[in-house]
């Protein structure tokens, strides 16, 4: 008893000093949905705005937005402090809890600036959680904040989709991973993605695929590969690869045309086509949502698709889940 007495004491002490500190709980709620605390009226402006800003339509067979929203006083804040993805709409004026937490978070000058100047937006990782995204978007009155939505509006949605799918990856690890399948991935292929607890593999080593699958609900990630026969990429043509190879390897299914769009994009600091769209297979009737990317590395082209089948559920938090996967793509062979 004496020593646990003693090692309590020591640390606490530690604890005075910074260490010892207490593990961060994993953040809550699911990785589409938007809890905004603000401490300006609901029917403001800058509040329309920001729904609007982060409303947009996701392909999925049903009509889905990007983020779902949750709206709350600053009364609330206490306790949602570890919402998934948690934004701070303050007009720094008034003080009040929320202005109170800004200050804490950020420190006296950047609080400064955001107070004394025509505010801003700051974007924190693992603020008050394990998987958290916090958006601080500020300024030193009400009028400020409807004008940093107007203007900074799609800056603010990029840089927050894109860390809200890296702190989907701090949290998609948490029951486990399959080291053991990775390494072997990377020996066997010369690329890799980290495999989290619950997902299978299956290899078609001549046709160059590999699939990630796992059930309840249905989420397939394959990666396809083979040389750089072009200096560039071309849309068209991965669309017509992404229709052949899922017909052969899901069971004829097919890509809804109408509801299917391509667009250039960067996948890990790569130049790369995004295919965005709906899948159907007329043999089982099913759909649903996918995403795919198609790049260069290496002197390989790559191919990383993705599919949900989740029917009566959310699909974009899935959608997202998959991404984060997917963001963990290394190709490790060494450059010729």
Request: aromatic share 8%; net charge neutral; proline share 3%.
């Amino acid at each position: 008893m004496r020593n646990l007495i003693l090692a309590s004491l020591a640390c606490l002490f530690v604890l005075s000093i910074g260490g010892c500190s207490p593990r961060q709980l994993p953040a809550l709620g699911p990785a589409n949905q938007l809890t905004i605390v603000t401490n300006v009226r609901f029917e403001d402006e800058s509040v329309g705005l920001l729904q609007a800003t982060f409303a947009k339509d996701v392909v999925t067979v049903d009509e889905e937005k990007a983020y779902a929203f949750e709206l709350l006083s600053p009364r609330e804040l206490t306790k949602h402090r570890n919402s998934r993805n948690l934004l701070l709409l303050a007009d720094l004026s008034r003080e009040d809890s929320v202005t109170r937490k800004i200050r804490r978070l950020l420190g006296k000058s950047e609080f400064d600036r955001l107070s004394e100047g025509a505010g801003g937006y700051v974007v924190l990782r693992n603020a008050e959680a394990l998987g958290q995204t916090l958006v601080i978007v500020a300024g030193p009155d009400s009028k400020s904040l409807a004008k940093i939505v107007r203007t900074k509006g799609e800056q603010l949605f990029a840089e927050v989709d894109s860390m809200v799918i890296e702190r989907t990856v701090d949290v998609l690890y948490l029951h486990g991973e399959q080291d053991a399948l990775s390494r072997y991935l990377s020996s066997k292929y010369g690329w890799t993605v980290r495999i989290p607890k619950g997902f299978r593999v299956a290899e078609d080593e001549p046709g160059r695929l590999v699939k990630l699958v796992a059930d309840e609900p249905a989420r397939l990630l394959f990666v396809h590969w083979g040389p750089a026969e072009k200096t560039a990429l071309d849309a068209r043509d991965c669309l017509e690869l992404r229709s052949r190879l899922v017909w052969a390897y899901y069971d004829e299914d097919v890509i809804e045309r109408s509801m299917t769009h391509t667009r250039e994009t960067v996948f890990q600091g790569r130049k790369a086509v995004r295919i965005q769209g709906v899948w159907q297979n007329e043999k089982h009737v099913i759909g649903g949502p996918f995403f795919t990317f198609c790049f260069h590395e290496k002197g390989r082209f790559y191919m990383i698709d993705c599919v949900v089948f989740a029917p009566g559920m959310d699909k974009a938090s899935f959608l997202k889940q998959l991404e984060a996967l997917a963001s963990t793509f290394r190709d490790e062979r060494k450059s010729s």
